[in-house]
C-alpha cells in the first residue's frame, strides 16, 4: 500500500465512498481516538471506551457521551428537545 497522505486514516476505503464522506470519516476517526479532559477530576485522561462510553483512567469515571466525542452539540440539542417533549408531555397527562 502507498501512503495515505491527505486522506489519512481513511486511506484504507482508496477511492470508494467519494472524498466528502471520506472526509468525515477521517474526522470522526480522528475525533473518537483523541483523549479529552475529564469533567470530574479535570485531567486530559478521557478515553473513548465504546459507543458513547467514555472513560477517565485517572479517577476511573464512565460516563456516557457522544458516539464518538465526550460532548457534541448534536447531543446538547437533543437533551433540549427531549427534555422539552418530557416537559411536553407533562402538560397533557
Ligand atoms: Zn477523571
Known amino acids: 500500500m502507498g501512503k495515505t497522505k491527505k486522506v489519512g ?22 475525533k473518537s481516538k483523541a483523549v479529552y479532559k475529564c469533567p470530574v477530576c479535570s485531567v486530559k485522561t478521557l478515553k473513548r471506551e465504546g459507543l458513547g462510553i467514555w472513560e477517565c483512567s485517572k479517577c ?3 460516563l456516557a457521551g457522544g458516539a464518538w466525542e465526550p460532548n457534541t452539540s448534536a447531543g446538547r440539542s437533543i437533551t433540549r428537545r427531549v427534555t422539552r417533549i418530557a416537559e411536553g408531555l407533562k402538560e397533557e397527562f
Not at 486514516?9 to 480522528?30: D, L, M, W
Open 9 to 30: 486514516s481513511t486511506g484504507r476505503f482508496g477511492a470508494r465512498y467519494g472524498s466528502t464522506i471520506r472526509k468525515r470519516v477521517r474526522q470522526i476517526e480522528e
Open 60 to 62: 476511573g469515571e464512565k
